[in-house]
């Protein structure tokens, strides 16, 4: 997807049309060169109902918003920033006033190093606001599957940073004597530990699956809906959504984000 030719101005996307005003935005931060118009336009042929935008700085973009000059009832529902933008992003999310939960946000980053040194630097914030870490060199397909499970609300970070990624959390874990001061109640399980038994419980569950189910697992998990891969794999809509119900009760979930999301987990 990253296209290294072509000039690094900063544009904005053409202005928003009132007809475009129910659909929501993908709003990108960062220069042309990162998010070209193919980008842009590959969005809104992949999504329905959504309108990509680029700013070329998070206060151009917040300066839009803070004078309405966005049309009434169109919101983000996206919020991909350029790496280079990284430090201004996270100071944004601890003084924002105009993102929602309902908002996804994500990094965007060049290659495994940058992915590798983004996690490095902020995985403490990463956590905190589930800012996801988009790669922008992979194919053309696997970028808007992962779009797409962003979008779902999975929390992504490359396989490439996840070293990164423990290797903050056990800085950030208490030493054995300031163990000892901690003030919070004995019963109350860090979340680090939620986490991991959530893991161990996925773990568990995509073990119990058969072939087949790891075959429709990995196909959901990839954004295909229920016709595409019940076209893919030749059987009907019916027989996939069985095999969604057993997958689901295996794996202790009850949609098939939180499937998708335990079958990333696993990197299967």
């Known amino acids: 997807m990253y296209e290294p030719r072509g000039t690094d101005q900063d544009v904005t996307h053409p202005a928003i049309q009132p007809s475009m005003c129910q659909k929501d935005l993908f709003t990108f931060i960062g220069s042309q060169r990162l ?46 920033v350029d790496e280079r933008q990284a430090d201004s992003f996270m100071s944004f999310l601890e003084h924002q006033d105009h993102l929602t939960p309902r908002v996804r946000l994500a990094i965007a980053v060049r290659d495994d190093a940058s992915a590798t040194e983004v996690v490095e630097r902020w995985g403490a914030r990463l956590s905190t606001y589930t800012v996801s870490v988009l790669p922008m060199n992979l194919n053309l397909t696997a970028w808007v599957q992962l779009i ?39 019963d109350a399980a860090p979340a680090t530990s939620a986490k991991d038994a959530r893991e161990e419980a996925c773990a568990r569950g995509v073990a119990k699956l058969t072939p087949r189910e790891r075959e429709v697992l990995k196909l959901v998990a990839s954004g295909q809906p229920n ?12 027989t996939i959504k069985l095999h969604l119900h057993r997958i689901m009760t295996k794996l202790g979930v009850t949609n098939r984000t939180e499937a998708a999301i335990c079958f990333h987990s696993q990197n299967c």
């Not at 329905?48 to 839009?64: G, I, K, N, Y």
């Not at 016709?227 to 893919?232: F, Q, S, T, V, Y």
Request: net charge negative.
């Open 227 to 238: 016709k595409m891969i019940a076209n893919e794999l030749s059987v009907s809509a019916h």
């Open 148 to 186: 797409r499970l962003i979008d779902c609300g999975a929390h992504y970070l490359p396989v490439c940073s996840l070293g990164a990624m423990q290797a903050a959390r056990k800085e950030r874990a208490p030493s054995p004597d300031n163990a000892l001061h901690d003030t919070a109640p004995h």
């Open 35 to 80: 998010f070209s118009e193919v980008v842009l336009r590959t969005i809104e042929t992949e999504f329905d109902e959504v309108r990509a935008s680029r700013f070329p700085d998070l206060e151009t973009w917040d300066l839009v918003l803070s004078n309405h000059i966005q049309p009434e009832g169109q919101a983000t529902r996206l919020l991909i």
